[in-house]
């Protein structure tokens, strides 16, 4: 699909080089540029959401559970020797 935009001189003189530079379109540079922020986003409304999930105060239940997968942490994979 085409598209028109409006970007910086300084921009576009910036994103002329990187894509001559990697022998690439400017359209392909856009994508991929476009591609890596909506995955950030993604990224950070599932974090935002772990974050939000996990802020609560910790159940007796869940502390012991942390506290024995520590253990094995420690015990099980720190020492494997591979």
């Known amino acids: 699909m085409k598209t028109a935009i409006s970007i910086p001189d300084e921009l576009f ?3 002329e080089k990187v894509a001559k530079d990697q ?27 772990l974050n939000e ?3 609560g105060k910790e159940e007796p239940g869940e502390i ?6 520590l253990r094995h942490f420690g015990r099980h994979v720190v020492k494997d020797p591979y």
């Open 23 to 49: 022998k690439r379109s400017r359209s392909a540079i856009f994508t991929l540029a476009t591609k890596e922020y909506l995955e950030r986003i993604k990224s950070k409304t599932i974090l935002d959401s």
């Open 53 to 55: 999930v996990y802020s």
């Open 13 to 15: 003189l910036e994103i």
């Open 64 to 69: 012991e559970a942390r506290k024995d997968a």
